[in-house]
């Protein structure tokens, strides 16, 4: 019982550690590093919300691919240390408390306003309901004209990346 | 007592995650040690036999030169990412075995959890993959984080040509996926039981050949082995993405690659060779004693070598292997043991088959170089594993080939 | 315990806001990306709460298709990062200001 809250917390730490760094960090290495620590963390939280293959598309695509990208244009560009900006001291001095009190309303407007649509009980059915099959029934189906727009979306978005990274002649 | 009843799936998978932690470590060892004995006779030498009979202690020797090498930390690297990657390597790799079924789940602890499999999940294949494609970290990192050139080159090749690799290892296998209808590893299977003509076992290599041959080149680009190791081979960028790695850290990559190379045979034999399936029908009962025959004899010959041409303390150790061979030979003939070893003996087999396929082709090609390996990888593999899965599921349309719903 | 829809709002909202401070405040090009990128994920957790929430796969198929386009969307802006590199000498957001007023 007390064990999935502890995994959500945990990895909800890890999250906000994750993008905290990802703020912080002076080499962008660094903050690639970080940023794969969120989607690591956030794909555990797929896996408690019972949507398994999201899961596993979230590791393969986002956190084995994409950022294998970043981290290679990194490697390429030798990105090196940032070069630390004057912020202004207004950002400095009111922004950041400004920013938190934000943060701070917008967590309890969403705390109370979702208290609505709490999880329906016998919370496995949905992992039964959200199994690759079902998904893939939904996506197949209902969606097929999106799934196709978006493989003619990538073809163009592959083509595009060809054409821009090739050298000037 | 009242904790182990109360926490009965968290102790059983604890027992399970040390037993194969400490067989996948000594296989690991071993597989060093069986690469170089038969690299060896491939190139007509006798390769290890000084360290230990037959050079059976070279691993344990190999293992006490990494530790007690110095340590040698390039001043000018980045160091939290440098001691990062080998880690990062080795962890995925041996995660990966944490999915992998040794044997049939009907085989049960007292609590209903399976015994030859660490987690049973249903996203088995998938969550595989997802696992060997983080392992693209290990290598890049570990090149950028030296902070040298031939690392970085290393690193850079390395990781290209394992994301390359990648893609037609995921297509090549979809057609395994269409006919299994499951990404359950126990599914699959169990989907290739039975039997064509009454002889040929069900086996998805038979319909999937080309996915097979596809899989098969893909798996030894991925695992950066002979004919696809130009990004850290010797003679062309000094040692590639671990030039700069000493002693413990440098011995973690290498496990990590061999650690790589047994996921990627266990996974062959799964998907194509029927996993934990044996070719015979089950009910030959003499198969059972299969097992049990082979290790009396393997500990009758150490005996007789020991007998006859060794000396001094190699008749000793050689004498002590026997001994184990014996005993456990004589463990699996027990009748109440020997139907239980089926599953684990032909998978082993079938994966030993596959270890020797990936150092007999370590022997015997030239590696590509590095253009050729990118232009095959992406201009014919990938073409090809996707003609497959086009066929395949054209093929499967067809009401008399599908076997499932 | 069943843990609430809420927490993972909260949780969806404080990663996001946290892109947006990112997205604000680096300097780097490729920082900046990768807070858009953090932003996009913080919207998809949001999106698979919601599809547990009420019990329907259409969050997680859209969750999908983030996940794609947002992949589709680093490759092209990557690629304009590296021109950028290599015809500017340096990947400060700043030094990129020739149509600025």
């Known amino acids: 019982m007390i064990v999935p809250l502890i995994v959500f917390f945990a990895c909800a730490a890890l999250a906000v550690t994750g993008a905290i760094l990802l703020i912080l960090a002076r080499e962008p290495i660094h903050s690639a590093l970080s940023l794969i620590l969120v989607m690591v963390s956030l794909a555990i939280l797929y896996l408690l919300l019972g949507a398994e293959f999201i899961s596993a598309i979230q590791i393969i695509v986002y956190a084995g691919a994409v950022m294998v990208l970043f981290v290679f244009v990194i490697m390429l560009l030798n ?3 940032e070069e630390r900006t004057d912020f202004s001291k207004f950002a400095k001095f009111a922004g950041l408390p400004l920013g938190f009190f934000l943060l701070i309303e917008v967590a309890r407007w969403m705390y109370g306003a979702s208290a609505g649509s709490a999880i329906v009980p016998g919370a496995d059915a949905f992992t039964q309901a959200a199994s690759t099959r079902a998904l893939s029934a939904e996506l197949f189906r209902k969606y097929l004209f999106n799934f196709e727009a978006t493989s003619i979306l990538i073809l163009i978005a592959i083509l595009g990346a060809l054409v821009l990274a090739r050298k000037s002649q | 007592m009242g904790f182990i009843s109360q926490h009965s799936v968290l102790v059983a998978s604890l027992i399970k995650i040390a037993v194969l932690l400490f067989i996948v470590m000594t296989a690991l060892a071993y597989l060093t040690w069986f690469e170089r004995k038969v690299v060896a006779h491939i190139q007509s030498r006798w390769g290890p036999y000084y360290v230990g009979a037959h050079g059976l202690l070279q691993p344990l020797a190999d293992g006490l030169k990494f530790l007690f090498k110095e340590d040698f930390t390039p001043p000018t690297s980045d160091k939290l990412v440098y001691v990062l990657a080998p880690f990062l390597a080795l962890t995925l790799a041996l995660t990966a075995l944490a999915l992998i079924p040794f044997g049939p789940p009907y085989v049960h602890f007292l609590n209903g959890q399976p015994v030859f499999i660490v987690s049973n999940i249903d996203i088995g294949l998938i969550f595989l993959f997802a696992i060997t494609s983080m392992g693209v970290y290990g290598v890049a990192l570990a090149g950028w984080s030296s902070n040298s050139k031939y690392p970085l080159l290393g690193g850079l090749r390395s990781s290209a ?33 039975g039997y ?29 082995r002979v004919p696809f190791d130009l990004p850290e081979a010797e003679t062309e960028l000094v040692a590639g993405f671990h030039t700069e790695y000493s002693s413990f850290k440098f011995a973690m990559f290498f496990m990590a690659e061999y650690a790589n190379m047994i996921t990627v045979s266990c996974l062959a034999t799964i998907l194509f060779f029927g996993g934990w399936l044996s070719p015979f029908p089950e009910t030959w009962h003499w198969q059972w004693y299969l097992p049990g025959a082979g290790l009396i004899a393997l500990g009758i010959y150490c005996v007789v070598d020991a007998a006859t041409r060794m000396r001094g303390i190699a008749r000793l150790q050689l004498g002590v292997v026997a001994l184990l061979s014996l005993g456990l030979g004589g463990l699996c003939l027990l009748p109440g043991v020997a139907p239980y070893v089926q599953g684990p003996f032909w998978f082993t087999l079938k994966v030993l088959v596959f270890l020797f396929f990936y150092v007999w082709v370590r022997g015997t090609l030239p590696r590509f170089r590095y253009d050729q390996l990118m232009s095959f990888g992406w201009k014919l593999l990938l073409p090809v594993s996707l003609a497959n899965l086009v066929i395949t599921a054209l093929v499967l349309l067809f009401p008399a080939f599908t076997r499932h719903a | 315990m069943i843990i609430p829809t809420s927490y993972y709002l909260v949780l969806s909202g404080v990663l996001f806001g946290l892109g947006v401070v990112a997205f604000i405040f680096k300097r780097n090009v490729i920082a900046v990306f990768m807070s858009i990128e953090l932003m996009l994920n913080a919207v998809n957790l949001a999106f698979v709460a919601f599809a547990r929430a009420h019990q329907q796969l259409d969050g997680l198929v859209f969750v999908f298709f983030v996940i794609v386009v947002a992949a589709a969307e680093a490759a092209v802006g990557l690629a304009i990062v590296i021109m950028l590199a290599q015809n500017r000498e340096s990947l400060n957001v700043e030094r990129v200001n020739l149509l600025k007023f």
């Open chain 1, 79 to 81: 990105a090196g240390v």
């Open chain 2, 196 to 224: 064509w003509l009454g002889f040929l076992p069900r086996w998805h290599f038979i319909p999937q050949i080309v996915g097979f041959f596809c899989y098969l080149t893909a798996a030894i680009a991925e695992t950066n």
């Open chain 2, 161 to 193: 040509q394992m994301i390359s690799y990648e893609v037609s290892l995921t297509i090549s296998v979809v057609g395994v996926l269409l006919l299994a209808g499951t990404l359950n590893f126990n599914g699959i299977i169990e989907g290739q039981g």
